[in-house]
């Protein structure tokens, strides 16, 4: 099931082997309950706890691919979630730091990928700050929707960083990759639209 996943993200466009190896690698499943595992191979999204989702996996690997992670590049991946994008940046070699506003959702994360072998650092807290006590990061990747792009976030990232962050209304975004440059200003490329949970936190859609 996980190679007819891969072989669905590769027709459509994902073209990128770590990320597509890592898709192959993880089991989605132990991140469902027992009696929804039959969604777990579905490219889309699916409820978790506390009104939350998983990303649908085509949109794991479109952030990812975006984000352009290499082994042993700090990330910051704002929304941990389930942990199930965290389990791609680290298979793709990320030094990651997860932040993750529920306290509930960040517990839960933190037992499962404990149990599956991986260790991040896990924040509980808002991500709409960024979080400046490990700054600069190579990278940095937002989970939910955002109404603007955070200027904390901008200024978190180092010189050739990328910020992948989708930005727009409560029911869809488009996807954002903004890169500083050397003499500190940013580039901002558009992708196409997503849907995501709202982003909260001070600078979010707030509570
Ligand atoms: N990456 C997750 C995964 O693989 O399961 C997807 C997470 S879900 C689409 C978005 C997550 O962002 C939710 O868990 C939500 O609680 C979290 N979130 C929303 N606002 C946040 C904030 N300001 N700081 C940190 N996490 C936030």
Same mark, same amino acid.
């Not at 996943?5 to 089991?27: D, F, M, Q, T």
């Not at 901008?154 to 488009?174: A, C, F, N, T």
């Given at each position: 099931?996980?190679?007819?996943?891969?072989?669905?993200?590769?027709?459509?466009?994902?073209?990128?082997?770590?990320?597509?190896?890592?898709?192959?690698?993880?089991?989605?499943?132990?991140?469902?309950?027992?009696?929804?595992?039959?969604? %777990?191979?579905?490219?889309?999204?699916? =409820?978790?706890?506390?009104?939350?989702?998983?990303?649908? =996996?085509?949109?794991?690997?479109?952030?990812?691919?975006?984000?352009?992670?290499?082994?042993?590049?700090?990330?910051?991946?704002?929304?941990?979630?389930?942990?199930?994008?965290?389990?791609?940046?680290?298979?793709?070699? %990320?030094?990651?730091?997860?932040?993750?506003?529920?306290?509930?959702?960040?517990?839960?994360?933190?037992?499962?990928?404990?149990?599956?072998?991986?260790?991040?650092?896990?924040?509980?807290?808002?991500?709409?700050?960024?979080?400046?006590?490990?700054?600069?990061?190579?990278?940095?990747?937002? *989970?939910?929707?955002?109404?603007?792009? =955070?200027? %904390?976030?901008?200024?978190?990232?180092?010189?050739?960083?990328?910020?992948?962050?989708?930005?727009?209304?409560?029911?869809?975004?488009?996807?954002?990759?903004? *890169?500083?440059?050397?003499?500190?200003?940013?580039?901002?490329?558009?992708?196409?639209?997503?849907?995501?949970? =709202?982003?909260?936190?001070?600078?979010?859609?707030?509570?």
């Amino acid at each position: 099931m996980r190679r007819a996943l891969v072989r669905k993200l590769r027709e459509k466009g994902i073209a990128n082997e770590p990320v597509l190896n890592a898709i192959g690698k993880i089991p989605r499943h132990w991140f469902f309950d027992e009696i929804f595992v039959d969604h %777990a191979y579905q490219d889309k999204a699916f =409820p978790i706890a506390e009104g939350q989702t998983i990303s649908q =996996p085509y949109t794991v690997a479109f952030q990812t691919n975006l984000l352009d992670v290499k082994p042993g590049k700090k990330i910051l991946e704002i929304g941990t979630g389930s942990g199930y994008q965290a389990c791609v940046l680290l298979e793709c070699g %990320a030094d990651l730091v997860t932040i993750e506003y529920k306290k509930n959702l960040s517990l839960l994360a933190q037992k499962m990928l404990k149990y599956m072998g991986y260790s991040p650092r896990f924040v509980i807290g808002d991500g709409s700050l960024g979080y400046d006590k490990l700054t600069p990061y190579d990278g940095i990747i937002v *989970t939910a929707g955002a109404p603007t792009v =955070p200027t %904390a976030l901008i200024e978190q990232l180092k010189v050739g960083g990328h910020l992948v962050i989708p930005v727009g209304d409560s029911k869809s975004q488009k996807m954002l990759r903004l *890169t500083k440059m050397s003499d500190g200003t940013i580039t901002k490329e558009q992708f196409s639209n997503f849907s995501f949970v =709202p982003l909260l936190g001070e600078d979010g859609w707030k509570k």
